[in-house]
């Protein structure tokens, strides 16, 4: 069923610099390691690569465990780390991890992260992960086997339960310029940006490498160029025009028809055509002297409806609320939009991108 039939209006708009761009090479690193999760309630992992962890961990304090000795605790789980560490973060900050199990533990609630290194894609250490903890699900068993389980109790999370142990190199102060990346890339936000910042600082100060790149020459002093980009950043900038688009959610019926979507002139009719076959069969009882036997005679129903068709008619470039308010008077039933569209598409009367999700 039709969910909504959405109007979005993309004008021309002004926006700061550091809402549609981010400067190149400034970003978040990817951390990722391997712990042990004690102190659970019986949840823990019957895994043979768990045992040789804690048989490990045991080592290094000083405890030896027999050979052939398996611990067999119910209470370790061995849990993979992954972190996002921030750009400019130094030594001392915090960040949040996320603790998932790699085993069969099949809750993690109630547990503790013991000290686990967090490594980058180049392997080297840049953050230690220790804690608590906090689950947001949980699940419990009946002794006759029914179960209970809210969201997933096996995935948990500490709020800053990381310590930054290493600054990663970041090329914001080095070279003479700085290059700005458009999230949206598009050309006519990198004219009217290279325009913007040369009438403010200059001539040649910046120039656009292409729809998404923009290169602004800049102080070498770290503090003015810190300065320097506090100044751009929130400076406004007029962005381009979305590209027209009719976005389907094919689970929902949810539509949702861009600005700058136009229709040129067409007609079209869209009606359903509904069989319903039933089946009745019915028992074929022969003479009591007949001998014959009882079948079953197979008795079918057809029958075959077709409902009104609808004529949709657009005019010449008709624009996005013609279209809905002809759409309006026609009193379209829910499916008979999509088709609609579909239809003007593949006869190329449609001018936009049709997307169906």
């Known amino acids: 069923m039709l969910l909504g039939f959405a109007l979005v209006s993309f004008d021309v708009s002004a926006d700061r610099l550091k809402d549609i761009a981010n400067v190149q090479g400034v970003r978040s690193n990817q951390l ?3 712990g042990l999760v004690v102190g659970l309630s019986g949840t823990g992992d019957n895994t043979p690569f768990t045992s040789q962890t804690f048989r490990n961990m045991m080592n290094k304090f000083g405890i030896t465990i027999p050979e052939g000795v ?3 605790s119910k209470n370790v789980a061995a849990v993979s780390i992954h972190a996002e560490l921030p750009p ?5 900050h915090k960040i949040d991890i ?7 533990s099949k809750s993690l609630r109630g547990g503790s992260l013991l000290m686990t290194p967090l490594k980058g894609a180049d392997g080297r250490v840049y953050a230690l992960a220790q804690g608590s903890l906090v689950v947001g699900g949980f699940g419990a068993e009946g002794a006759d086997g029914s179960s209970i389980q809210v969201n ?3 995935v948990g999370r500490i709020p800053n339960g990381a310590t930054v142990e290493r600054a990663i190199a970041s090329p914001f102060h080095r070279g003479d310029t700085l290059t700005f990346d458009l999230h949206r890339p598009d050309f006519t936000t990198a004219m009217n ?24 020459k800049a102080p070498r002093d770290a503090s003015q160029r810190v300065s320097f980009l506090s100044m751009l950043e929130n400076m406004n900038v007029e962005t381009g025009e979305e590209a027209a688009r009719v976005i389907i959610n094919s689970r ?7 600005q700058n979507v136009k229709v040129l002139p067409a007609a079209v009719t869209h009606g359903s055509l509904s069989v319903t076959i039933t089946e009745d069969p019915a028992v074929s009882q022969p003479n009591p002297l007949g001998g014959g036997q009882t079948v079953v005679v197979p008795r079918s129903d057809v029958d075959a409806e077709q409902e009104p068709s609808r004529m949709f008619q657009f005019g010449p470039a008709a624009t996005l609320s013609q279209i809905v308010q002809a ?7 829910p499916g008979d939009i999509m088709a609609v569209l579909e239809a003007l598409k593949q006869a190329g009367a449609l001018k936009a991108d049709l997307i169906v999700i």
């Open 32 to 34: 990722v390691g391997y």
């Open 70 to 72: 398996d611990p067999k």
């Open 88 to 92: 400019f973060a130094k030594p001392g």
């Open 98 to 104: 996320t603790a998932s199990s790699l085993g069969d």
């Open 152 to 154: 997933v109790p096996s």
């Open 193 to 216: 940006l290279t325009k913007k910042i040369n009438d403010l600082l200059g001539p040649n100060t910046a120039y656009a490498s292409d729809a998404a790149s923009i290169t602004v």
């Open 252 to 258: 929902t019926g949810t539509i949702v028809v861009g």
């Open 327 to 333: 759409v309006n008077q026609v009193g379209a039933a």
